[in-house]
């Protein structure tokens, strides 16, 4: 028996490597509930507190913060972003592969300026690639 362990590196997309359908959009409503998430626990908000604010039952806030997210739309998440004080921006630009379709990719926006040591709000940002 071998102890050798072999590693294959990830594409940066959990659900693509896990061969899920829609796997741009599970990332996206992914970084979508971990930024509210984000939002609610650094201002202290209840989940009873955070529903009201979102006009929602406070189910829905425990199902978006424990990741049960196929009830929700990738609108609806937006939507609570937005209602949360978040910018969410859309962008659509050419796939830099033409001969495929066009992906959809998603950021929180601290996220990309950590990396510049930028200091930023919790934010959520969604970038959609041209559709093929």
């Known amino acids: 028996m071998s102890d050798d362990v072999t590693l294959t590196p990830s594409s940066g997309n959990v659900f693509a490597d896990l061969g899920l359908p829609d796997a741009d959009l599970l990332l996206a409503k992914a970084e979508f509930a971990i930024a509210i998430t984000t939002i609610i626990r650094e201002r202290g908000l209840t989940q009873t507190a955070a529903a009201r604010e979102l006009g929602v039952h406070q ?3 425990s199902a978006i913060t424990r990741g ?3 009830d929700f739309s990738l609108e609806r998440l937006m939507a609570f972003a937005r209602r949360l004080g978040q ?5 659509v630009s050419p796939s830099t592969e033409p001969e495929r379709q066009g992906r959809m990719v ?6 990309a300026l950590a990396a510049s040591g930028g200091v930023s709000r919790p934010s959520a940002r969604h970038h959609r690639g ?3």
């Open 106 to 111: 998603a950021r929180r926006r601290e996220k």
């Open 130 to 132: 041209t559709q093929g």
């Open 59 to 61: 189910s829905r806030i």
């Open 87 to 91: 910018d969410v921006d859309i962008t």
């Open 68 to 70: 049960r997210l196929d």
